[in-house]
């Protein structure tokens, strides 16, 4: 991917021979590429993510946002098909296809990807079925598990070229939650305290009602026992994605597991499944959003 | 207590008989108490917690809040006592006899309760050990377990007139993080679901990585199965409940519970546990606090 990859400065175009426009478009950003074929030409991000949006803004700010790329047609995923973004893309139900079903915004040479529902357990995603889409397109024969980590991580079952089950985790945000605002936030730093990882995510796998004990653990043993902020918080990210990994045993538990996300992120969790002995492989996660972007690409064909 | 209580009106004051005062000075709040003996003679409270004061600003604080009540000693608990309150005072180490340690404020007429602190695991409390004092002053001899439930829940374990040791959670603090600053928050109204609340309780008790895995679902099922506001907030409040049960079990499993805090909150506390058929009583919290205060104020008897 990177060697077809260039920063754009200006000139980008029409003329550059892009031929159609791929977006990333979620809650707080948005990230667009210039797009020939499966390769890009240009790139491009903005803050202008969905949450700071009403619904009749979307064209202006996607016209914005892609000046000088010509006259395009634009396939997106994320939220912003969500029912508070620009239109509501309804949920495939699982088990589905890889293949992203796309719902064309009317008036517009814009296709979104529609999210995915599971019915039991009751479960959501936006933007992630893209990336498991482009997952299948590279490794259509894969029979294993999909750990993409982040604020909300998605566990996925695919197989057969089918995605048949997921399950989320609120691991991120909670982690946020707690090392900033809660009243940890004194005594926690940046995570890199390798061995007192590896040692919380032992203790919440293996007992996780104690791991809820030890949170607030973080802060006393902070006042009276001198525990290193970094230390902390390396304490803290391992309890998190050891009770996440307790949750998603069966996910997991005999599977091979690709791990699609930002790559320090993705190396805790692989850190934390190679310990239980879990064969991991780690995805770029932008190449994954791309390849299932173009596969939809492909799937609108000529009527784009 | 309720029979010798009245509000202040204005002209409560040395001359209302009160012989000294009692404090809980909190992070958050200030509440004031005129009392005489163990009666209280006029109430007050404030704003003024000690997170919006800096060291030199406790005592013109205390003067204001508590003008008209004549020159009496006081006797305070709380974060009051914090390295980041007015004065430093130390922690005691448990096992401890339940008699508060006091420390008095240099060239005032001001004692403050010193917190608890355990080493293994690390712990610490301050505000809830005057409690614990309060508590077995009223029993001597208590044998069982006490549960402060609050922003960060507390369980104790008492026996022949000691607190032995204690755990704390934070299930408050993290209920509200995730109430109202989380994904959850567009989904989460009144919690007044008993079903839902019994029902999540449970689940987490016997399945505590399950209830980690279970808090995402309180989103989707609010997106695509209709869930209702208050039995998704009763679910949550379940679910963390139940989790700190789990990880309190050595507490009260086979011991009796005495829950000291706020009513509303002590009943969910007291329904969760009485499911698993533990015996609980409900202790008043302010009651105990002062309780706690006055065997303080006792103490430093006549040096006051």
């Given at each position: 991917?990177?060697?077809?990859?260039?920063?754009?400065?200006?000139?980008?175009?029409?003329?550059?021979?892009?031929?159609?426009?791929?977006?990333?478009?979620?809650?707080?950003?948005?990230?667009?590429?210039?797009?020939?074929?499966?390769?890009?030409?240009?790139?491009?991000?903005?803050?202008?993510?969905?949450?700071?949006?009403?619904?009749?803004?979307?064209?202006?700010?996607?016209?914005?946002?892609?000046?000088?790329?010509?006259?395009?047609?634009?396939?997106?995923?994320?939220?912003?098909?969500?029912?508070?973004?620009?239109?509501?893309?309804?949920?495939?139900?699982?088990?589905?296809?890889?293949?992203?079903?796309?719902?064309?915004?009317?008036?517009?040479?814009?296709?979104?990807?529609?999210?995915?529902?599971?019915?039991?357990?009751?479960?959501?995603?936006?933007?992630?079925?893209?990336?498991?889409?482009?997952?299948?397109?590279?490794?259509?024969?894969?029979?294993?598990?999909?750990?993409?980590?982040?604020?909300?991580?998605?566990?996925?079952?695919?197989?057969?070229?089918?995605?048949?089950?997921?399950?989320?985790?609120?691991?991120?945000?909670?982690?946020?939650?707690?090392?900033?605002?809660?009243?940890?936030?004194?005594?926690?730093g940046e995570a890199r305290d390798d061995a007192a990882f590896d040692e919380a995510v032992a203790d919440a796998l293996s007992q996780p009602h104690r791991a809820y004990a030890r949170l607030f653990q973080l802060r006393a043993a902070s006042l009276i026992a001198d525990l290193?902020?970094?230390?902390?918080?390396?304490?803290?990210?391992?309890?998190?994605?050891?009770?996440?990994?307790?949750?998603?045993?069966?996910?997991?538990?005999?599977?091979?597991?690709?791990?699609?996300?930002?790559?320090?992120?993705?190396?805790?969790?692989?850190r934390a499944l190679r310990q239980q002995g879990v064969t991991c492989l780690l995805a770029d996660a932008e190449a994954t959003t791309l390849a299932g972007l173009h596969l939809a690409r492909l799937q609108i064909g000529e009527t784009a």
């Amino acid at each position: 991917m990177s060697g077809t990859d260039r920063q754009d400065k200006g000139e980008a175009g029409g003329g550059t021979g892009a031929d159609w426009i791929a977006a990333d478009w979620g809650t707080t950003n948005l990230r667009l590429w210039a797009m020939r074929g499966g390769g890009v030409v240009a790139r491009r991000a903005s803050g202008r993510g969905m949450s700071g949006l009403a619904a009749d803004e979307f064209a202006t700010v996607l016209a914005e946002a892609t000046q000088g790329w010509g006259d395009l047609p634009v396939v997106a995923c994320g939220m912003v098909g969500a029912r508070q973004g620009w239109i509501d893309a309804p949920y495939a139900a699982v088990p589905v296809r890889g293949q992203p079903r796309m719902i064309r915004v009317p008036g517009q040479r814009v296709w979104i990807a529609c999210g995915l529902s599971q019915a039991s357990p009751p479960d959501v995603m936006r933007g992630e079925e893209t990336q498991l889409a482009g997952l299948l397109a590279a490794r259509p024969d894969f029979d294993g598990c999909a750990c993409l980590p982040g604020t909300h991580s998605k566990w996925a079952r695919l197989s057969a070229g089918e995605i048949c089950s997921f399950q989320s985790f609120m691991t991120g945000e909670i982690y946020a939650l707690l090392a900033r605002q809660s009243v940890l936030r004194h005594g926690i730093g940046e995570a890199r305290d390798d061995a007192a990882f590896d040692e919380a995510v032992a203790d919440a796998l293996s007992q996780p009602h104690r791991a809820y004990a030890r949170l607030f653990q973080l802060r006393a043993a902070s006042l009276i026992a001198d525990l290193a902020p970094d230390s902390a918080a390396s304490r803290l990210s391992g309890m998190l994605i050891g009770w996440e990994l307790a949750g998603a045993k069966p996910y997991w538990l005999g599977h091979e597991v690709v791990i699609i996300g930002a790559p320090a992120l993705s190396g805790l969790y692989a850190r934390a499944l190679r310990q239980q002995g879990v064969t991991c492989l780690l995805a770029d996660a932008e190449a994954t959003t791309l390849a299932g972007l173009h596969l939809a690409r492909l799937q609108i064909g000529e009527t784009a």
